[in-house]
């Protein structure tokens, strides 16, 4: 039996047990008292994703698909400024339990910002590195004795 079809079969009863986890701890999760909100909020999670979410993402990507870095870092900065933009507009907002929200959210959303571009610029770094000694793409040089 191949080492790939083992690999497969073993992550597939993993994930498959994660899931039954997951569905044991919600419908016997004593603050849960509607399971079918929790449905409900599944799906129209799953209809943003893929109805609005990577149609995006693909049509801004694709004139960027020579670039995979930036691609790369783009779909990163998207992600973090999706799940991070509700904290962000919500810092500034005055409220009697002041610790609700008390970091800097705006200063930390862009140091992520800045260290998912800068892990971005070292890759692309590393790439230009690795092909700095190659040269120019051409045509191998004959071998000794064929001509």
């Known amino acids: 039996m191949p080492a ?3 690999l497969r079969g073993t992550l597939l009863t993993a994930g498959l047990a994660l899931i039954g986890f997951g569905l044991h701890g919600l419908l016997n999760d004593p603050y849960i008292t509607d399971p079918l909100d929790v449905l409900i909020w599944a799906v129209g999670a799953l209809v943003l994703h893929d109805g609005l979410w990577v149609p995006a993402l693909t049509a801004l ?3 960027l698909a020579r670039r995979p870095l930036l691609r790369g870092w783009l779909i990163v900065a998207a992600a973090v400024t ?3 933009l509700p904290a962000v507009l919500r810092s500034g907002v005055q409220r009697a339990n002041r610790s609700l929200l008390p970091l800097p959210y705006l200063r930390n959303w862009l140091l992520v910002l800045a260290a998912c571009a800068a892990l971005g610029m070292l890759g692309a770094a590393a790439q230009w590195w690795r092909r ?3 040269g ?3 045509d191998p040089p004959p071998r000794a004795g064929r001509w």
């Open 61 to 63: 990507g694709a004139p």
């Open 82 to 84: 999706a799940v991070g």
């Open 4 to 6: 790939a079809r083992v």
């Open 136 to 138: 120019p793409v051409s």
């Open 132 to 134: 700095r000694g190659r």
